[in-house]
């Protein structure tokens, strides 16, 4: 791993940027809260998940925010702004769906840095489970021969010559059958995973692991059970999927939640009223979407925005994190 901290120690672009993000920032009542969204923190680089961030570049994110910001733990941070007491240049870092390298990656790189994280945890995948669209990517990784044809969801003839190819065909079949009715969606999923079998039953943590979270000081938080799109579902099945994944955990963990984070997480699109009032009524103080910016004294605390800023440089990044401050 690369140690960023010396190298930015006499940093005067970082040193200024720390500056913009204090005042973009504001503190107290004026206060704004700076959560931050990730799912995978992979070994090195995947060509077939170019959108995951590898333990190196996750690394790089958490020196600068150790170094110039106010990490603080996302229930502590969600009272201090709607207290009107957030100091400056808050943020909060939070983990979507539970996946293994959250735990074998992530966490040593918190706990080197004395930071902590809330993890937010879909249920139904724990212990040797599989995200629908992870068997789609694993299996296009594998899948034998060099072209396929699916011309039932519109792909004809898509080349697997070489990772950046299967990577685009795993992507183009994702976004075909995303939006297509739960059953038949899994249909093509189970499909789709038979032509490259076996496929990884690792991918995500055990209860093991999740409970080991807690204990070393970590925040777990609610997900659903199966990760629906909440908004796509009825009323029954949207408080069963939200209560089921609380209970669940609750009972893991000996605790009560007190955080939740809607699946996907887009208003209207993924979650709308009907699920604000579920979460509420079943005994969550506060939860997250993936709206973007940085959340206010006044914003709905069941509807706190997340971004993760992407650039590949650390002015950039913080320069962003200025930007989204104040949206
Ligand atoms: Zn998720």
């Known amino acids: 791993m690369i140690s960023f901290i010396s190298e930015s120690g006499h940093d005067p672009t970082l040193r200024a940027l720390a500056w913009l993000n204090g005042i973009a920032s504001g503190s107290g009542s004026r206060g704004r809260l700076f959560v931050l969204i990730y799912h995978q923190v992979m070994d090195r ?10 333990v ?6 958490m020196d600068l925010l150790a170094r110039y910001f106010n990490v603080l733990p996302l229930d502590h941070a969600i009272r201090m702004l709607k207290a009107g007491r957030l100091p400056a240049r808050s943020v909060s870092i939070t983990f979507d769906d539970g996946y293994r390298n959250n735990y074998t990656n992530a966490l040593p790189v918190l706990e080197e840095r004395g930071l902590t994280a809330t993890f937010f945890i879909a249920t139904g995948f724990l212990d ?6 992870d068997t789609v990517i694993e299996a296009f990784r594998s899948i034998p021969g060099e072209s396929i044809h699916l011309p ?3 792909l004809n003839e898509i080349a697997l010559t070489d990772a950046d190819r299967r990577s685009e065909a795993a992507q183009g079949v994702i976004r075909a059958i995303k939006h297509l009715p739960y059953s038949e969606r899994a249909e093509w999923v189970s499909r789709i995973g038979e032509l490259a079998k076996p496929l990884p039953d690792d991918l995500m943590m055990t209860t093991g692991q ?6 070393r000081g970590m925040a777990i938080g609610g997900h659903t059970v199966n990760h629906p799109i909440l908004a796509k579902l009825d009323q029954r099945g949207a408080e069963r999927e939200i209560v089921d ?10 605790e009560k939640l007190s955080l939740f984070a809607y699946p ?15 979460v509420e009524k079943c005994g969550f103080s506060a939860a997250l979407t993936t709206n973007h910016g940085a959340s206010a004294r006044d914003t709905n605390a069941y509807e706190l925005k997340r971004f993760t800023p992407w650039d590949r440089t650390r002015s950039r990044f913080m320069l962003r994190m200025a930007r989204y401050y104040r949206m």
Do not use: C, T
């Open 264 to 278: 996907n997480g887009r208003k209207d699109q993924d979650y709308g009223e009907r699920e604000i009032r579920i």
């Open 45 to 54: 680089p995947d060509p077939m998940r170019k959108e995951e961030l590898d």
């Open 152 to 154: 039932e969801i519109g």
């Open 56 to 61: 190196s570049r996750f690394s790089v994110h």
């Open 128 to 133: 040797g489970g599989r995200m629908w669209n």
């Open 210 to 215: 999740v409970q080991d979270l807690r204990q």
């Open 245 to 254: 994944g609380k209970e669940m955990l609750e009972g893991l963990l000996k």
